[in-house]
């Protein structure tokens, strides 16, 4: 199968850096083929601009969706941003490995997904959700966080996991058709021993054996 790791963390030597190589290593020994957007690496700008197209459908006022549908027809991408959508549309598994910032996807994923998920080209009207265009494709969440899983229940510190994912499980996986795997999440990795860290590589590595047989989550609308 076709899977993509898309990887935000700014240091190679992190927990998440062991997990991005674990999952490439091993999916590859498989026999699966891997693509990656390692996107500190990548230095990728996060800044959705004028500078996402080679085209401009309308100079006087940039409205990105617009722009986005004309760039669509016209195949008006700038390179780098129709890399990274090529890479997305050519997946079956796409996998993003990021560190929990301020509850949410570091800000350089985030403007990843701000400039390659483009309406008319990943999604429009009529194709949202249940019909959206990326309906055969699955996309894992696989992250650490600093707070322990205590902390992530419902009643605990911070309030569920599930609510902190929702945007993006609802709102861009879902949004764009893709079904939804059950997160994969590290709690705490500063606070655990190097043997315990060891042994979360390895079941890293045992579930991405099985991962094409689960069976996706849904996330649905409340
Ligand atoms: C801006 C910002 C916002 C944050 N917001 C939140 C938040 O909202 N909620 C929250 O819970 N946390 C938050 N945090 C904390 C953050 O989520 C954690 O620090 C992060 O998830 C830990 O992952 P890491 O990869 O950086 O771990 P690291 O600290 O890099 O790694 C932990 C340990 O793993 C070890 N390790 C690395 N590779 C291996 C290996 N191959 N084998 C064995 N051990 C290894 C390392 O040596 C280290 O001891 C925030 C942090 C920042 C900077």
Same mark, same amino acid.
């Given at each position: 199968m076709n899977i993509l790791i898309v990887y935000a963390h700014p240091e190679p030597q992190s927990m998440n850096g062991a997990m991005y190589q674990t999952a490439i290593a091993h999916l590859e020994a498989a026999g699966h083929h891997v693509k990656t957007s390692d996107l500190y690496s990548m230095q990728f700008d996060p800044v959705s601009s004028r500078n996402n197209f080679s085209t401009v459908y309308d100079p006087?006022?940039?409205?990105?969706?617009l722009e986005e549908m004309h760039a669509t027809e016209v195949g008006g991408f700038a390179d780098k941003i129709n890399m990274e959508q090529e890479k997305v549309e050519w997946c079956d598994l796409? /996998?993003?490995q990021f560190p929990l910032w301020w509850f949410s996807i570091p800000a350089i994923l985030k403007g990843w997904v701000d400039r390659v998920f483009a309406m008319g080209r990943f999604y429009k009207n009529g194709h949202l959700y249940e019909t959206g265009l990326f309906g055969s494709k699955k996309a894992l969440?696989?992250?650490?966080?600093?707070?322990p899983p205590e902390n992530y229940l419902r009643d605990g510190l911070n309030g569920d996991l599930e609510g902190i994912l929702r945007p993006v499980h609802r709102g861009i996986f879902e949004f764009t058709g893709f079904s939804v795997l059950q997160p994969h999440? /590290?709690?705490?990795?500063?606070?655990?021993?190097?043997q315990e860290l060891s042994a979360v590589l390895k079941n890293w590595e045992h579930r991405l054996e099985h991962i094409f047989e689960e069976q996706p989550i849904?996330?649905?609308?409340?």
């Open positions: 006087a006022f940039f409205k990105p969706q796409m /996998i993003w969440l696989s992250l650490t966080t600093g707070g999440v /590290i709690y705490g990795p500063a606070r655990q021993s190097p849904t996330i649905g609308a409340y």
